[in-house]
């Protein structure tokens, strides 16, 4: 049990685009989903926490308007890359949890922006 | 604020022999101790979890010690095969429910 999964795993997409990530729970209700970024041989940078039905709570430096998070359901987050630039470029990772502090990542999704 | 220190940041070691990565934490707080796998290119894998009522958790070839005094946590992999090798994360869980992760160690382990 405990499978998350992303969709796409990857993605190239041109400047000034937006991109959307899919993250869901497959065999379980999520409570929070959290969504991160991770830059090469870099440790894991959380962007966002995010509650089923609630506003995420953004990371300090991280900007809302850019990174649109939507947590419509106990098993679904998206995370939506606005008018994306080539400094977007990353490797993002989603996780869920169903208990305080244990979290299950993704897959990751590769983003490469032209 | 909350920090993690994870050491050391690489580690080569022949097959068969055993490998030990060390983190400490500085939220006397955390109670949960989760380790993660991280293959290239794939998302972090849970390996083993500790909360802070245990000070060692074992499964088959992976062990996780807990020193909450000394805000110390291990994880130990014995007979090291090469699939082991991977980039290692330890984390600590943080007062806002979130995980507060280490630098990672890459295993290297050989053939």
């Known amino acids: 049990g405990a499978v998350v999964s992303q969709h796409p795993s990857w993605v190239i997409c041109k400047s000034g685009t937006s991109v959307k990530i899919e993250c869901r729970s497959l065999d379980f209700q999520a409570t929070t989903m959290f969504w991160y970024r991770q830059f090469p041989k870099q440790s894991l940078m959380l962007m966002a926490t995010s509650n089923e039905g609630s506003k995420a709570t953004y990371e300090q430096g991280v900007e809302k308007d850019k990174f649109l998070i939507n947590h419509a359901s106990l098993t679904l987050s998206t995370l939506t890359v606005t008018s994306a630039h080539p400094e977007d470029s990353s490797f993002y990772i989603c996780?869920?949890?169903?208990?305080?502090?244990?979290?299950?990542f993704g897959p990751g999704t590769r983003l490469t922006v032209l | 604020g909350e920090n993690v220190e994870q050491h050391p940041s690489t580690l080569s070691v022949q097959e068969g022999d055993s490998a030990v990565i060390k983190c400490t934490y500085s939220d006397s707080a955390s109670n949960y101790f989760p380790w993660y796998k991280q293959e290239l290119g794939k998302g972090p894998q849970l390996i083993i979890d500790?909360?802070?009522?245990?000070g060692e958790k074992k499964d088959q070839r992976i062990a996780v010690t807990l020193n909450k005094t000394a805000k110390h946590f291990s994880l130990h992999i014995t007979e090291t095969q090469p699939e082991d090798s991977a980039v290692y994360f330890c984390a600590a869980g943080g007062s806002q429910g979130n995980l507060i992760f280490g630098k990672g160690t890459k295993l290297s382990v050989k053939p």
């Open positions: 500790i909360r802070s009522n245990v």
């Open positions: 996780s869920a949890s169903r208990e305080e502090h244990t979290q299950y």
